[in-house]
């Protein structure tokens, strides 16, 4: 069964509450340390916030936390529809000047006008409803917005690594909120940045085992352990927190084959700690098949350049 499509899970044109992951191509470390290239590309994650926080006031959106993982972004944000409807004609041509100045310079050329510098905005383009209600469409549009930053860092961080194709998974996962679930989603999402960016070691946060048997408690002493949505996110977040950092017991998470099993993290199959002489002496029959899922994190080196065309060399 393949997953909803957006609008079924967004409404549109309503008010939600919305936890946004973005995950790197195979979920590759491609925003922290990565051991397998043995680089550490930590930097990028003030790319991301500055080119976040560069489209954000254009949009009719709302930003309570964010967090850039190794392997994945998450941001959780308000959507506000209503905002968008009340601006006026010259206000959405301000705000899309500021984010995107080249759809309005040639929309300028086509009237034959020019928009200086610190000008208002001309009464020729006020007056475009089309373009107009285009744009109130889009600056209240959430996937837009997730679609230019993603794509603007994509570029860059390419550009970087010299390669090309896909840095970003080919969809992000959004999961609406519930209000009663918001402080508990914006705590975790809070402290799972300070543990991705080393101020609080991973081993004091996950005290008790994982991320989601931590949350997951809390949620049942708030009478939220019926929120599947926020059950949800949990559960992805604890998740990509496990297998982008490490193991809260400090176990070594192998390449290949690395899932989650009941809130524990197996290689081949089965949960590896620190100094354990004979991984198969762990007994199998703890885990749940129904609960595992498959993390792709392998790793193939860059193919050399011009050889294989435009052929995606990160793939």
């Known amino acids: 069964m393949g997953r909803a499509a957006r609008y079924e899970i967004l409404p549109d044109g309503q008010p939600v509450r919305v936890a946004c992951i973005s995950e790197c191509s195979r979920q590759e470390a491609l925003l ?25 006031p254009s949009f009719s959106l709302e930003l309570y936390s964010t967090a850039v993982l190794p392997n994945a972004w998450v941001s959780y944000l308000h959507v506000h529809p209503e905002w968008a409807k009340s601006w006026s004609a010259g206000e959405i041509l301000l705000r899309v000047k500021r984010a995107f100045p080249r759809p309005v310079a040639k929309r300028c050329r086509k009237h034959r006008i020019r928009w200086r510098r610190n000008a208002p905005p001309p009464e020729v383009l006020c007056q475009d409803v089309e373009f107009i209600e285009y744009w109130r469409r889009q600056l209240a549009s959430l996937p837009f917005f997730e679609q230019v930053v993603k794509q603007r860092v994509a570029i860059l961080f390419n ?26 989603l914006v705590a975790l999402i ?43 996110v949990v559960t992805d977040l604890n998740e990509l927190v496990i297998t982008g950092l490490r193991t809260p017991d400090g176990g070594r998470i192998q390449v290949a084959g690395v899932r989650r099993e009941s809130g524990l993290v197996v290689a081949g199959g089965l949960h590896v700690p620190d ?41």
């Open 275 to 315: 100094g354990a002489q004979n991984p198969s002496q762990q007994n199998p029959s703890r885990q749940s098949p129904s609960k595992a899922k498959c993390i792709k994190a392998t790793y193939v080196p860059a193919r050399p350049a011009g050889k294989w065309g435009g052929e995606c060399r990160r793939c």
């Open 190 to 232: 809070q402290e799972i940045e300070l543990v991705s960016t080393g101020v609080v070691p991973i081993s004091e946060v996950c005290h008790s085992g994982s991320l989601w048997d931590r949350y997951v408690g809390l949620m049942r002493e708030k009478g939220l352990e019926d929120d599947d949505s926020l059950l949800q």
């Open 32 to 56: 922290g340390k990565n051991p397998l290239r043995g680089k550490d590309f930590a930097h990028r994650r003030k790319t991301i916030l500055d080119t976040c926080n560069h489209y954000l």
């Open 159 to 184: 550009r970087e690594d010299q390669v090309s194709g896909h840095f970003w998974s080919d969809r992000y996962g959004s999961v609406p909120v519930n209000a009663e679930s918001h402080s508990i």
